[in-house]
């Protein structure tokens, strides 16, 4: 699979036909390192342990479906963003891939900021005791209440995605007596090669202020007009799971453009420039994600490449990596339930849960790989697709994945890469209980956030 391509398919490129899928693995048994979490590997008796914790032992004592999560890799992958980038940069983790107390607690620990998009994020990571220096504050439609809490907080940046939102914040901030500091998110026309839904920085869609016909220019002119807002930079995301820096580089080169006409215009260099995330993570061996320190470098020269020629000062760089730091640390445990054989097709294979632990795959036609981890076989290989207890056709967790043909009952398979999008993305579908998510590191494992249970959802039922 080429860089530009992507698991849920390019929206320019040759689709994939129904029942597209490799040939099957030399070996079933082997785990890819690109796929799953550096702890994760085989014990002498072919039970596979994350941590130094078999998944059999951890399915008895935390149940199925449940989320494993390599703390270890984590912070490592934290870490080496963190000194990709130095300290000359800024790394925000996008809390909207997984997000709870004790990952804010890591990555306040490794040096990291925190980019959060809601009230509930905002006030999980204040709760945790991420500062509010360190955090940014996204989103389309922001709320009063959500914006006057993040500027009572104190809140490190609010990233302005409209006309509406200059106004809106610049007037909750006046009234407090504050001047927040901010950014302009603006959408520069480039299309990344990644499913239409997560393609962010083309016109067409909800976010941002378009650099076409002038509007990210006028919003700048009104910006640093308001007396509440102290404008420090230009915001551009163009898309998710991407694995091509050519789009970067165009973004780049627009956002600097539009940094060169501020200056002219109103004397003003702004002194930050955020370039978003979107950083592909490998769901399948075919797959070829780039590391934190080639990221770096490149985006690093594009910038400073393009401030030269515009005679601009380079300003702080920032990115928000999410999925490309915790995507790769878990992996989502079942117990194999139902197995259905069709001719000539494939056979279905059912587990414990479904869509509503992974709706990536029914969302954006997502690719995983899949693996049987309660032990090793050497039976041949049966095409399968791994589907979930939901009642819809379309609850597939992996479409087209090979498993062992001995596959039975009671046997425990799991899909990695599932650490980003799938428990921030959980629903109670069929009322359904959203697993826990169960960190693992050095030979112990601890709940970082509980299964739900029935009672959970009947004290939310007040009828």
Known sequence: ??????????????????????????DLNALDPKVWAHTVSRTDDGVVSVGGMEVTRLAEEFGTPAYFIDETDFRERARAWRTA?????????????FLSRAVVRWLHEEGLNLDVCSGGELATALSAGMPADRIAFHGNNKSEEEITTAIVSGIGRIVLDSFQ???????????????Q???????VGVEAHTHEFIATAHEDQKFGIALADGQAAEAVRRALALDGLELVGIHSHIGSQIFDMAGFEVAARRVVSLLAAVRDEHGVELPEIDLGGGLGIAYTSDDDPREPHEIAKALGEIV????????????????????????PTAFTLYEVGTIKPLDGLRTYVSVDGG?????????????YSVALVSRTSDAEPMLVRVVGKHCESGDIVVKDAFLPSDLAPGDLIAVPATGAYCRSMASNYNHALRPPVVAVRDGEARVIVRRET??????LDVG
């Open 1 to 26: 699979m080429s860089r530009s391509a992507h698991p849920a398919g390019p929206r320019h490129a040759d689709v994939l036909t129904e029942g597209h899928y490799s040939a099957p693995p030399a």
């Open 165 to 179: 939102e200059i106004v809106r914040v610049a007037h909750i901030a006046q009234s407090l007596g504050k001047r």
């Open 85 to 97: 980038f130095g300290h000359d940069a800024d790394v925000f983790y996008a809390g909207k891939a």
């Open 304 to 327: 400073t490449r393009e401030c030269e020629a515009a005679k601009l000062r380079t300003p702080r760089i920032s990115v928000e990596p999410g999925r490309a730091i915790v995507g």
């Open 454 to 459: 029935e009672e959970d959802l009947l004290r």
């Open 181 to 187: 500091r901010v950014q302009i998110r603006v959408t």
């Open 355 to 367: 869509m509503s632990d992974n709706i990536r795959t029914a969302l954006y036609d997502a690719e």
